[in-house]
């Protein structure tokens, strides 16, 4: 493949991360101000539990239509026609009065956000050798979970100073902005490389998603997909900040700073992990280190006592490096699809990513509140209860995908 500009390359995943920032803080935005959206709208755990995973299920729901279209129409379109309805929840979710409101909001949002890491995923397939997939996404995530930065102490200073209202009006018009950028600078294929526009029948693209199922050992991957994520985003995106309140009694900017170090350190991890399957020669190594990593942390944070300040910054902390894994886990699923498959693949693999989120989101609100609330506070005892479901679901999911091929221990 010729050499690409720098400056071409450098403008591409600028903005292909920077709009993915959106994403990641609308995603994310529930867990800093849950106390205070209990408090204003009376919302009981399983409706926080909903509000925050009505995003991943609509998320995932749009994957596989997604994933047609971007292989018939291509990554740009599909980003520029999303990002309206991002910026029309992000628009609803600040003036909502009532649960229902703020529902279709989040419902908005996840259409909106969907195709905001597939589409570049897809755009650097057709830009990139194949092995440096996986440090692309790496930097991708990592450049785009500042969004995730600032949906926790930033997001908690600005509530506390002019209300959680006010910052999702400054997100929308931010994304609006973002996708001015992505109409100049992004091109669906390098320069010098002209691919003609797909030309399948509806049909065809839909035997396409077939294809990309019964795909060696994609189940295994899938399957993992359903928790991988699913553990980094229910603690850091929905029970990290109650829990931080309930047990340890922090208050919206003690919270928002510990949840703060954890999406700052999953950055770090981000972009490490996306160079582990060069230095592993492996995806399936570092994968299963992931894996196997977080749901240590978790089953230690749930057989221990409430810790102390440094006890917690340490495990936050840890906690955000190890399970900053899914760069190389979404790399490895991408590896096992031909090119003409690959908007159909990753979309299926996302799929899993973002629905195991929203069930174990809604399922661990409902598993909040068999424990009893004593004054809109939960006991110590159903949050451990949480994190070792998650963690125990993640280890018995690892054992099944030990036995995937590894295309990078293939000749």
């Known amino acids: 493949m010729a050499r690409l500009p720098v400056l071409t390359v450098v403008a591409l995943v600028a903005t292909c991360a920077g709009i993915y920032v959106a994403s990641q803080f609308l995603r994310n935005s529930v867990g800093v101000i849950a106390p205070d959206l209990a408090r204003e709208l009376t919302l009981s755990a399983s409706e926080i539990g909903l509000l925050s995973s009505l995003f991943f299920l609509v998320f995932a729901g749009a994957q596989v239509p997604l994933g047609i279209a971007l292989d018939r129409f291509g990554p740009k379109a599909c980003i520029l026609a999303s990002v309206s309805l991002a910026v029309a929840g992000a628009l609803l979710f600040a003036t909502a009065g009532s649960f229902a409101e703020l529902l279709v909001a ?12 597939m589409a570049p995923l897809a755009l650097y397939a057709r830009w990139f050798p194949p092995d440096r997939f996986a440090t692309l ?3 991708q995530i990592g450049v785009g979970n500042l969004g995730t930065v600032i949906a926790t102490a930033p997001l908690a200073y600005a509530t506390a100073a002019v209300g959680w209202r006010n910052p999702f009006l400054v997100v929308a018009a931010l994304v609006a902005v973002a996708a001015v950028l992505v109409a100049v600078v992004v091109r669906d294929n390098p320069p010098g490389r002209r691919v003609a526009p797909k030309r399948e029948s509806l049909a065809d693209s839909v035997a396409g998603v077939a294809q990309a199922i ?7 991957l899938f399957l993992l997909h359903t928790s991988g ?3 980094y985003a229910t603690v850091l995106g ?12 922090f208050e919206l900017a003690q919270r928002g700073n510990m949840l703060l170090l954890l999406a700052a350190t999953q950055i770090v991890g981000s972009i490490l992990w996306g160079f582990s399957d060069r230095v592993f020669g492996s995806y399936r190594v570092p994968t299963m280190l992931g894996t196997i990593g977080s749901a240590a942390l978790l089953l230690f944070l749930a057989a221990s006592g409430p810790l102390s300040d440094t006890g917690l910054m340490v495990w936050f902390a840890a906690f955000g490096l190890v ?11 991408k590896s096992l699809f031909p090119l003409h498959l690959v908007g159909r693949g990753i979309t299926l693999m996302n799929l899993a990513n973002m629905g195991g989120v929203f069930v174990w989101q809604a399922l661990t609100g409902v598993v909040m509140d068999l424990f009893p609330a004593s004054g809109g506070t939960y006991p110590v ?8 479901l998650l963690a125990c679901t993640a280890l018995v999911l690892t054992a099944i995908y030990a036995g995937a091929r590894d295309p990078r221990r293939e000749p």
């Open 238 to 249: 929905l029970w990290g900040g109650p829990y931080l309140t309930h047990v340890h009694g």
């Open 214 to 220: 019964r795909t060696k050992d994609a189940w295994r």
């Open 381 to 388: 005892t159903a949050y451990h209860t949480v994190f070792a």
């Open 137 to 139: 996404l790496g930097i």
């Open 323 to 333: 399970a900053a894994f899914p760069p190389v886990m979404m790399a490895h699923g």
């Open 106 to 117: 989040r419902l908005l949002m996840g259409l909106g956000c969907a195709a905001l890491l």
């Open 229 to 231: 994520y699913a553990m």
